[in-house]
RNA sequence: GCGCCCGUAACUCAGCUGGAUAGAGUACCUUCCUCCUAAGAAGGGAGUCGGACGUUCGAAUCGCCUCGGGCGCGCCA
């Protein structure tokens, strides 16, 4: 049992022992802030002094006569009645050699059985993905990566919506520009896509089939087909670069099949009314402010219906929970479909919506607009070329997902030393270099001998790294662990530079010290990969 | 007009299930490499936590109001 449980079982025991009952829960163990206030704090008796109807300092007076002090070097009260604990070294060491025994488990939360699908990206396949996708991308990834740790069942997919006109559109484009490469005149369509990725595919397809599409009645049908596979494949290239993967990619066009659709319709029947000759679908009843539309007066879908239908098919699927990664202009959806679910019986918790912000991409004090459109968009491969995938990475895991964020492309570009992921990263490598150099010295996995400020700290702080891992994933929050991680730097460069490590003349204190180092390389490296980072051993 | 997100140091942002002196990075000013990686460390200046009222032992944190910025509110996707 680590430090911080035996110490909130030791004062729910005092309160027991004081005639009051108060739950694991209602006791919050804190690492103190100031040295001077012990190792670790808590506000359990001004939390609860109204059930001993004592003012705050008298309930912590009369629960430190209550408690055991094992593993505990000295208990104050302070201030308005925090009770500070100050531990015995030996009682904080032991989290050493946990650590090298678990190794790239440590931190990991037991199995929970539940199942979540994560469904992110998304990106429809009618050009690169662009600078825009790659927050979703790294925080939707982030997300699978810290509750699959965490002890959930993740299936990482992405939805495809190949149905729509938009496929319609890029076909068009893509004869347009083929066309042009064979010399015949032609012209992109107006609501098509102009980017340079269409005449590279223009030009696969020219290289596969050469000419013979001129002399096709209608070679649309292909081009969809066709364009919309190497849309897809260069998609799978640009996430794998970005060290994304999916389990499922799920066609909009397979989900329609088979009359789901209209299944779907008449499942829905007692929730829909006629408005002049459209179907709407009373979301009202649930949680929607408004109802909406389903099927248009000319017969059309909208875009909603296939997508309760998606989100049906999901959950029948047998998830426990269904995770969309949208972007915030879609948060007007969340209640709608949420609604739609009800519908089923499922409860809204069923469906969280997890929605980034915009990213503004800032170069030379101006803010760059990405336009799939028009062509000019930064494409988020560039930009990993430009950037790197560790700095993108990091940097897109920094920011609570809720949070707007202005992304400095010129110190993104110029001064990548600058950026906070070389930080963690130096301090991994640092580790690792004093490894190397000690490797002939036995780790003393008990940490026998580490006693000073900056090794304690260190001690206590590995051994949060759970409780840490399980908060991000309950919030997803990958922005938690990359707090974490930052904090887990400076905490090594400061024993770094307070604690020479090995030391030919003193290897009982190399020993226990080289058995910290292990320790503290292994959490940098395993809370790193849980947000996509490399942790280097050289740098 | 209605709804969602945001407003904390010069800049970019943490901290928000209420707790001790509000933090980090960047930028600025001092120090520290005969010694395991100076992509580092130690210290300094920098704040009416947008504003007002309320809830209570205690509010950046909770509630209401208000101001400012962004985004939604289609028989578009």
């Given at each position: 049992m680590d430090v911080i449980e035996s110490l909130k079982l030791n004062i729910q025991k005092a309160f027991s022992a004081l005639g009051v009952e108060v739950s694991l829960n209602d006791i919050v163990i804190e690492h103190s802030k100031d040295a001077a206030h012990g190792d670790y704090a808590t506000n359990a008796a001004m939390k609860n002094c109204r059930l001993l109807k004592m003012p705050p300092v008298a309930v912590a007076n009369a629960l430190i006569e209550k408690?055991?002090?094992?593993?505990?070097e000295k208990i104050e009260i302070a201030g308005p009645g925090f009770i500070n604990f100050f531990m015995k070294n030996d009682s904080l060491q032991p989290i050493v050699k946990k650590i090298i025994n678990e190794g790239e488990s440590f931190g990991k939360g037991e199995k929970k059985n539940f199942k979540v699908n994560v469904e992110f990206?998304?990106?429809?396949?009618?050009g690169d993905l662009h600078v825009g996708h790659a927050r979703g991308a790294a925080i939707g990834d982030s997300i699978c990566r810290i509750m699959e740790f965490a002890g959930y069942d993740i299936t990482r997919e992405y939805y495809i919506?190949?149905?729509?006109?938009q496929i319609d559109h890029l076909a068009e484009s893509i004869l347009a520009r083929y066309k042009e490469l064979l010399g015949i005149p032609a012209e992109v369509p107006e609501d098509g896509y102009h980017g340079q990725d269409i005449i590279y595919v223009a030009q696969k397809i020219i290289d596969e089939v050469g000419d013979s599409l001129l002399n096709q009645d209608n070679p649309i049908p292909f081009l969809k087909e066709r364009g919309m596979e190497l849309e897809l494949d260069k998609i799978r290239e640009d996430l794998k670069t970005f060290r994304v993967h999916f389990d499922v990619f799920s066609s909009e066009l397979k989900v329609r099949s088979n009359g789901a659709v209209e299944k779907e319709l008449e499942f829905l029947k007692d929730h829909i009314y006629e408005e002049d000759t459209a179907k709407v679908l009373r979301t009202t009843d649930f949680l929607d402010d408004k109802d909406r539309v389903i099927v248009k007066s000319n017969g059309d879908y909208t875009y909603f219906m296939p997508d309760i239908v998606y989100h049906v098919n999901k959950m029948s699927r047998g998830f426990d929970q269904l995770v969309d990664v949208l972007?915030?202009?879609?948060?007007?959806?969340i209640n709608r479909m949420k609604s739609a679910l009800m519908m089923h019986g499922y409860k809204a918790e069923a469906l969280e919506i997890e929605l980034i912000q915009m990213v503004r991409f800032i170069k030379d004090g101006v803010e760059m607009k990405a336009s799939k459109r028009t062509g000019d968009s930064i494409t988020l491969r560039e930009i990993c070329e430009d950037v790197g995938v560790d700095a993108m990475r990091y940097f897109f895991a920094m920011?609570?997902?809720?949070a707007h964020m202005d992304f400095d492309m010129n110190l993104a570009l110029?001064?990548?030393?600058?950026?906070?992921v070389y930080y963690a990263q130096y301090a991994h490598a640092r580790l690792c270099s004093i490894l190397e150099q000690g490797k002939d010295i036995a780790l003393d996995k008990e940490a026998s001998k580490l006693e000073k400020p900056s090794e304690m700290a260190l001690l206590k702080f590995l051994a949060n790294f759970p409780n840490v891992v399980n908060d991000a994933a309950k919030e997803r929050a990958p922005y938690k662990i990359t707090n974490y991680i930052h904090e887990l730097a400076g905490l090594i460069h400061e024993f770094y530079t307070e604690c020479r490590v090995i030391d030919r003349d003193n290897i009982d204190v190399s020993s226990s010290r080289l058995a910290l180092c292990k320790a503290s390389e292994q959490v940098m490296k395993n809370a790193l990969n849980l947000i996509g980072v490399n942790a280097p051993e050289h740098m």
């Open positions: 408690l055991d002090r094992n593993g505990i990206v998304s990106a429809n396949p009618t919506n190949d149905a729509g006109n972007g915030a202009d879609h948060h007007g959806y920011r609570a997902a809720s110029e001064q990548s030393s600058n950026n906070p």
